[in-house]
T-cell receptor
Framework: AQKVTQAQTEISVVEKEDVTLDCVYETRDTTYYLFWYKQPPSGELVFLIRRNSFDEQNEISGRYSWNFQKSTSSFNFTITASQVVDSAVYFCALKGSGYSTLTFGKGTMLLVSP | SAVISQKPSRDICQRGTSLTIQCQVDSQVTMMFWYRQQPGQSLTLIATANQGSEATYESGFVIDKFPISRPNLTFSTLTVSNMSPEDSSIYLC???????????FGPGTRLTVL
């Protein structure tokens, strides 16, 4: 069975602060994929990143960065210099090999105040 | 990537009625899925829509309540039957093109049942 845990239900920060969203996963697959999605108040789910289990390199995209550590089964997401537009619910998700579907965490609501 | 559209974007329905949600993808995809997101909750997979055959339902979801069609490789419908207020949710259509691609989501249909 696959499981994704996002222990932080809600995080509040002030603009320009850095914030890290935690994600811990469980899977028996040796090949798997990890994802982060953003869901702003409008409701659509925006794809942010996919990482496969064989690629542990950290990734940076603008103010966003991701830290994948297989040793701790974690795939954490950091926003640097947060902005009000970053306010959203962020979901971490896990997909096994083959034609399996996504298992989502419960999401972390990020509130960035001016 | 794939662009997914859904109709309607939102609806308010009366108890006991049914609503059919349409999902259109801008290119052929291998797999299509339907998710439900209850207020303040994460995404739960309802079923995998199979082209030309009956959908594959997850535990807790049945065909009589959520009949699904997928007549071709770009289109699917989900019907929410005999609705009750507990069916008030966002319903999201999702698709992947092949096993190595990202899973994309439609904008969702916000359903309110009175």
């Amino acid at each position: 069975a696959q499981k994704v845990t996002q222990a932080q239900t809600e995080i509040s920060v002030v603009e320009k602060e850095d914030v890290t969203l935690d994600c811990v996963y469980e899977t028996r697959d040796t090949t798997y994929y990890l994802f982060w999605y953003k869901q702003p108040p409008s409701g659509e789910l925006v794809f942010l990143i996919r990482r496969n289990s064989f690629d542990e390199q950290n990734e940076i995209s603008g103010r966003y960065s991701w830290n994948f550590q297989k040793s701790t089964s974690s795939f954490n997401f950091t926003i640097t210099a947060s902005q009000v537009v970053d306010s959203a619910v962020y979901f971490c998700a896990l997909k096994g090999s083959g034609y399996s579907t996504l298992t989502f965490g419960k999401g972390t609501m990020l509130l960035v105040s001016p | 990537s794939a662009v997914i559209s859904q109709k309607p974007s939102r609806d308010i329905c009366q108890r006991g009625t049914s609503l059919t949600i349409q999902c259109q993808v801008d290119s052929q995809v291998t797999m299509m899925f339907w998710y439900r997101q209850q207020p303040g909750q994460s995404l739960t997979l309802i079923a995998t829509a199979n082209q030309g055959s009956e959908a594959t339902y997850e535990s807790g979801f049945v065909i009589d309540k959520f009949p699904i069609s997928r007549p071709n490789l770009t289109f699917s419908t989900l019907t929410v039957s005999n609705m009750s207020p507990e069916d008030s949710s966002i319903y999201l259509c999702s698709a992947i093109r092949d096993v190595n691609n990202e899973q994309f989501f439609g904008p969702g249909t916000r359903l309110t049942v009175l």
